[in-house]
């Protein structure tokens, strides 16, 4: 079955740790976003790649890092230096630019202990 | 800028009544997409539907419905004969027409209860 996958669902962290959050989809899209979901708001974006060895700052980019040295995956690594990040994290997909539709994993949920 | 406004932030239906989700949009943009989204319990984001902006045609599928009004920048979502399956929080967003990256804007979302 073609998807998005999300690992783990669940991740608790001490604070001064780093912890990557896995996104791997089979879906042959190019395109690859991080967001970031906090309680009664919407979705803010973190990271996006168009391509595999590029990505760009989105809105919240501080305190976070990411990769895309395959198509299939765009891991998101929350820092240290992110000073509150306990947040629901979703990865979305898209097939190409224009009139694509993204769609989304099922989530990782961050808790900073 | 973009802007998108859902302002009902929680509903609460008996199951089986109809129920409209509101979403007023803002762009200078004159052409885009906008879209719904269900986010169920389990967190996932679910696509539901893509609208371009010079289709102004309502579209219904199965007990959904979609209601775009260019002249009040409106997209707004009906479900009829709702239940309890549909409780999750629906999200509205919209993304500019148009070549290479573009921003999608989402709502904050409005969470919808069905009570059996």
């Known amino acids: 079955d073609g998807g998005i996958t999300q690992s783990p669902k669940y991740l608790f962290r001490k604070e001064g740790q780093n912890v990557t959050l896995s996104c791997e989809q089979n879906?042959?899209?190019?395109?690859m976003y991080w967001y970031r979901q906090d309680p009664g708001q919407g979705l803010r974006l973190i990271y996006y790649?168009?391509?595999?060895?590029?990505?760009q700052k989105g809105d919240i980019a501080e305190g976070y890092s990411v990769s895309r040295e395959k198509k299939e995956s765009f891991p998101l690594t929350v820092t240290s230096a992110q000073k509150n990040p306990t947040a629901f994290y979703l990865c979305?997909?898209?097939?190409?630019?224009?009139?694509?539709?993204?769609?989304f994993g099922p989530g990782t949920r961050l808790t900073v202990l | 800028a973009q802007k998108v406004t859902q302002a009902q932030t929680e509903i609460s239906v008996v199951e089986k009544e109809d129920v409209t989700l509101d979403c007023v949009y803002e762009?200078?943009?004159?052409?885009?997409?906008l879209f719904w989204y269900k986010q169920p319990p389990s967190g996932e984001l679910v696509f539901l539907i893509r609208?371009?902006?010079?289709?102004?045609q309502n579209e219904i599928s199965g007990r959904y419905s979609w209601n775009f009004q260019k002249s009040t920048s409106s997209f707004n979502f009906t479900i009829t004969a709702s239940q309890v399956v549909d409780s999750a929080v629906y999200f509205c967003a919209l993304r500019p027409r148009g070549g290479g990256y573009q921003k999608v804007t989402f709502g904050t979302g409005t969470k919808l209860q069905v009570i059996p």
């Open positions: 879906l042959n899209h190019d395109a």
């Open positions: 979305a997909s898209q097939p190409g630019q224009g009139t694509d539709t993204q769609y």
């Open positions: 762009t200078r943009d004159t052409t885009y997409y």
């Open positions: 790649s168009q391509i595999v060895n590029d990505f």
């Open positions: 609208r371009n902006s010079f289709d102004e």
